[in-house]
């Protein structure tokens, strides 16, 4: 199995910081690499398919790059709505592989 | 529009049978693959396995391998998710989720582009 690894495992900023997550994979996954976004209570939302391709209605402060075992995730100035969980997962192989998650909270 | 709606909240005991379930509407249901997630409290995203609702093909992470049973109505556009025996280890919520591909033949270029609310499942004696 692909295992999934994010760091920080929990983030505190500011709005209007700019914040970047980490993402290995425990072998290279190309770029098939997908992130998503999971408010308190709510189901998780895609933001970034691919590495770096912005799922549509995503605001383009999100951003996503990397390939092979390591991606990051970026987000460019922090707004209230983005203090959430953010997970990586690999759609490279079976089986489907999620990080642990990044509590990213307010300062 | 896309939607995925999920059957309500399930309290029930050790040794109770259960199936929860995902209507899909606004796509093709027949056509795309329904990936279920398991999230236990406070805890991350766990793959539990996927249907293709055309023909009923399934797919099960080894880790919920006989442990879950999960099937699809295509006539309805529903999925569906089942135990035979709950476990207090079973409490969750679980997810299902719309597998679109980027690319018609590849098995790799996919991501989870619609999520259901939702079904909290809670077991306690």
């Known amino acids: 199995d692909i295992q999934m690894t994010q760091s920080p495992s929990s983030l505190s900023a500011s709005v209007g910081d700019r914040v970047t997550i980490t993402c290995r994979a425990s072998?290279?996954?190309?770029?098939?690499l997908n992130w998503y976004q999971q408010r308190p209570g709510k189901a998780p939302k895609l933001l970034i398919y691919?590495?770096?391709t912005l799922q549509t209605g995503v605001p383009s402060r999100f951003s996503g790059s990397g390939s092979g075992p390591d991606f990051t995730l970026t987000i460019s100035s922090l707004q209230p709505e983005d203090f959430a969980t953010y997970y990586c997962?690999?759609?490279?192989?079976?089986?489907?592989?999620f990080g642990q998650g990044t509590r990213l909270e307010i300062k | 529009e896309v939607q995925l709606v999920q059957s309500g909240v399930e309290v029930k005991k050790p040794g109770d049978s259960l199936k929860i379930s995902c209507e899909g509407s606004?796509?093709?249901?027949?056509?795309?693959?329904i990936v279920w997630v398991r999230q236990m409290p406070g805890k991350g995203l766990e793959w539990v396995g996927t249907?293709?609702?055309?023909?009923?093909?399934?797919t099960h992470s080894p880790s919920f391998q006989g442990q879950v049973t999960i099937s699809a109505d295509k006539s309805i556009s529903t999925a569906y998710l089942q135990w035979s025996s709950l476990k207090a280890s079973d409490t969750a919520v679980y997810y299902c989720?719309?597998?679109?591909?980027?690319?018609?033949?590849?098995?790799?270029?996919?991501?989870?582009?619609?999520w259901g609310q939702g079904t909290l499942v809670a077991v306690s004696s």
């Open positions: 989720a719309r597998l679109l591909r980027f690319e018609k033949y590849s098995v790799s270029d996919w991501a989870l582009d619609y």
């Open positions: 606004g796509y093709s249901f027949n056509s795309y693959f």
């Open positions: 249907i293709y609702p055309g023909d009923s093909e399934t």
């Open positions: 072998q290279t996954i190309s770029n098939y």
């Open positions: 691919a590495a770096s």
């Open positions: 997962q690999q759609s490279y192989s079976s089986p489907i592989t």
